[in-house]
Nanobody, 119 residues
């Protein structure tokens, strides 16, 4: 079965950095577009970023463009999200998402990893 396991979240000060990882199994990772979605307390899900199968093309929400970088290692079946210049508004539960192409809705998500940006 499809499994997506996120890690790397934590508490960081404004301006700091974190790198999230997502270990994927149960499907052909290298043939699948992948993405990240986040959900802040009391708010709906927000699509953050996505990457194509080979990693040559990426897309970002305007709110994170220039600060976050999505990447993947198909040999390790792992998706990453490098987050720099973090702001308190980035505080959320971050989910790895399996996407059908560039469709942001996704069909599977992991359990999420918490990112808290606070001084």
């Amino acid at each position: 079965q499809v499994q997506l396991v996120e890690s790397g979240g934590g508490l960081v000060q404004p301006g700091g950095s974190l790198r999230l990882s997502c270990a994927a199994s149960g499907f052909r990772f290298s043939s699948t577009y992948m993405g990240w979605v986040r959900q802040a307390p009391g708010k709906g899900p927000e699509w953050v970023s996505a990457i194509n199968t080979g990693g040559s093309s990426t897309r970002y929400a305007d709110s994170v463009k220039g600060r976050f970088t999505i990447s993947r290692d198909n040999a390790k079946n792992t998706l990453y999200l490098q987050m720099n210049s973090l702001k308190p508004d980035d505080t959320a539960l971050y989910y790895c998402s399996r996407q059908a192409g560039w469709d942001q809705r996704g069909d599977y998500r992991g359990q999420g990893t918490q990112v808290t940006v606070s001084s």
